[in-house]
């Protein structure tokens, strides 16, 4: 299975998210702020991103595009609750961040698998 690096300032969002992808045998590093997610995959690379957009110290576009430079095959997936403005609008700039997929925090949690089994099949 796969060895995912979720980065999200929400620490039960993180949690969850954690729960869910263990359940399916994958190996889970969670980071709370772009900085921090960053730093960890130096460390440790990962064979998949998942980064919250909206977060403090460093927020996901930046940390997309750090990632980017530094680590051009990189897998992201870029997810978003809104904000100010609707999930939506985040995550149709997203798409030009050269992310593998995006979906809304308000997910059903197989909106998230379904992504996550399309890039590493059992």
Same mark, same amino acid.
Do not use: C, Q
């Given at each position: ?6 980065? +999200? ?29 960053? #730093?960890?995959?130096? #460390?440790?690379?990962? +064979?998949?991103?998942?980064? +919250?957009?909206?977060?403090? =110290? ?26 100010? =403005?609707?999930?939506? =609008? ?7 961040? =050269? ?24």
């Amino acid at each position: 299975m796969a060895k995912i690096l979720v980065i +999200d300032d929400e620490k039960i969002v993180r949690m969850a998210i954690t729960h869910k992808l263990k359940k399916e045998g994958h190996e889970v590093i969670e980071a709370e702020d772009g900085e921090e997610g960053i #730093e960890k995959y130096r #460390e440790d690379p990962a +064979d998949l991103i998942i980064t +919250d957009i909206i977060m403090p =110290n460093k927020e996901g576009f930046e940390t997309i595009k750090d990632l980017n430079n530094e680590f051009p095959d990189a897998k992201i997936v870029a997810m978003s609750g809104g904000g100010k =403005n609707s999930s939506e =609008n985040y995550l149709d700039i997203a798409k030009k961040f =050269n992310v593998v997929d995006v979906f809304e925090k308000s997910f059903e949690w197989e909106e998230m698998l379904k992504i996550v089994r399309k890039l590493f099949p059992k």
